[in-house]
């Protein structure tokens, strides 16, 4: 399966594809969920599901107006979504975390590419 994982590697760089970087282990709850549009109160968000990190507990660098997207398309919607429509906390999304999934890396890779 090593082979065979390694072969499709190689034809897709040959096509012109790059990978991510997935060597960020620590995550904030921003990239993990949020920009993922999953609601800050689904149950994987709950400590017994993520493992969040006591420091540094929160993250300081945010894109605020990508954030401020995220955050209206959560309480209200937009794009053809209905959104949550709940009161949509910045504080959990500052929280750290270990990341659950590589997505969230692929949720930063198309925001620094649009």
């Known amino acids: 399966l090593l082979l065979v994982r390694e072969q499709f590697?190689?034809?897709?760089?040959?096509?012109?594809f790059t990978e991510m970087p997935t060597d960020r282990y620590c995550e904030?709850?921003?990239?993990?969920?949020?920009?993922?549009?999953?609601?800050?109160?689904?149950?994987?968000?709950?400590?017994?599901?993520?493992?969040f990190i006591k420091n540094p507990a929160k993250a300081i660098s945010m894109p605020k107006e990508y954030m401020?997207?995220?955050?209206?398309?959560?309480?209200?919607g937009?794009?053809?979504?209905?959104?949550y429509g709940y009161d949509w906390q910045e504080d959990e999304a500052r929280k750290n975390l270990l990341r659950t999934h590589t997505?969230?890396?692929?949720?930063?890779?198309?925001?620094?590419?649009?």
Request: no cysteine.
């Open 9 to 16: 590697r190689e034809i897709f760089l040959e096509m012109g």
């Open 28 to 51: 904030s709850s921003f990239w993990n969920f949020d920009a993922l549009f999953q609601p800050q109160s689904h149950p994987a968000r709950d400590m017994h599901d993520t493992f």
């Open 68 to 76: 401020e997207a995220v955050k209206k398309i959560h309480s209200s």
């Open 78 to 83: 937009g794009f053809g979504s209905k959104g």
């Open 103 to 114: 997505t969230a890396v692929s949720s930063q890779m198309l925001y620094k590419l649009a």
